[in-house]
Structures are given as structure tokens and as C-alpha cells.
């Protein structure tokens, strides 16, 4: 499409409405931390003739993908901290262990076996915990947001409990 066809002739798919709408809304805010009020989102919408029923059904959308990806950032964050203990512990073990094969034998032979093994083990744990796409990735995920919401519930429920135990 070229800038010199007349305007009546002009037409766009619905996805490059949305980048072409996306992209004049950042440009028309001063600056990318400007916030747009309930009341603004609902007057864009019906200027744009959505229907209240599908901007609320949009809203509802945008949440759960806002909150899933908050979840996905806090497995990814927890799988790295339980990365940072594992490597961690695997550094100072094996120093140890080298260290008194090096004092106990005048060299290094027996605790190199051990940092090779382990070192393998450690290495398939860095493939896992920084492989964020796939169906492992995935099962994992799904495994630790079950665990996490039940915690979460369980905290609840206690929470609830102790209060009305309290009073």
C-alpha cells in the first residue's frame, strides 16, 4: 500500500488495526508510563463501537494473561534461585573434596571423578533450568503452579482460621 492511493481505497486486516491503534497510542502518550483510567478505555471502545460485553471480556482476557506470565516469571525466578543453591552447593563440595585429595595425596586424582560425574549432572540441570520452551518446561510449570496454589490455599484457609480463632 502506498501513501499516494486515496484513503476511501485503503483497507486492513484486523491484526494491523491493532498494531496500527497500538502503535498511535504510544506515541500519542508523552511518555510510556501514562496510565489510562477505566472510564478513558471505555470511552476508546465505544468510539471504536465495542460493545461493553467484549471490552469486559477483554479485560478478563488481558488479566489472566497478565497473571500467567506473572506466574511464569516467578517459576522461572524460583527455578533459577534452586539452580543458584544447587550449583552452589556442587562449588563447595568438590572444593572440599579436591582440596583434601590435594593435601592427603600430594595431587588431585580420586575428587576428579567426583567433580566429573557430578559436574554431568550439574550440566543436565543447567539444560533444564534454562530450556523455557517445550513440553518439559511446560509439564514442570503446570506441576509447580499446583503445588504453589495449593500452598496458597492451605495459607488461606489458616489465615481465616487463626483470625476467627483470635477473636
Known amino acids: 500500500m502506498t501513501d499516494f492511493e486515496p484513503k ?17 497510542i504510544a506515541r500519542q502518550a508523552d511518555d510510556q508510563n501514562k496510565e489510562f483510567s477505566y472510564e478513558q478505555l471505555v470511552e476508546i471502545a465505544t468510539e471504536l463501537e465495542i460493545s461493553p460485553e467484549c471490552l469486559n471480556l477483554a479485560e478478563h482476557d488481558w488479566r489472566s494473561q497478565a497473571s500467567e506470565i506473572q506466574q511464569r516469571r ?13 550449583f552452589g552447593n556442587y562449588a563447595i563440595i568438590n572444593g572440599c573434596l579436591m ?8 595431587g588431585l586424582s580420586w575428587s576428579l571423578y567426583i567433580l566429573l560425574f557430578w559436574g554431568m549432572t550439574v550440566g543436565l540441570d ?18 509447580w503452579n499446583r503445588k504453589h496454589q495449593f500452598k496458597q490455599t492451605i495459607n488461606t484457609i489458616l489465615n481465616k482460621w487463626f483470625k476467627a480463632w483470635q477473636t
Open 8 to 24: 476511501s481505497l485503503r483497507s486492513y486486516s484486523q491484526e494491523d488495526v491493532q498494531k496500527i491503534l497500538q502503535f498511535a
Open 74 to 86: 516467578a517459576f522461572d525466578n524460583y527455578r533459577l534461585t534452586r539452580f543458584k543453591k544447587r
Open 126 to 143: 543447567v539444560w533444564n533450568t534454562f530450556q523455557a520452551k517445550g513440553e518439559e518446561y511446560e509439564v514442570a510449570f503446570q506441576k
Open 99 to 106: 582440596l583434601v585429595d590435594f593435601i592427603g595425596g600430594g
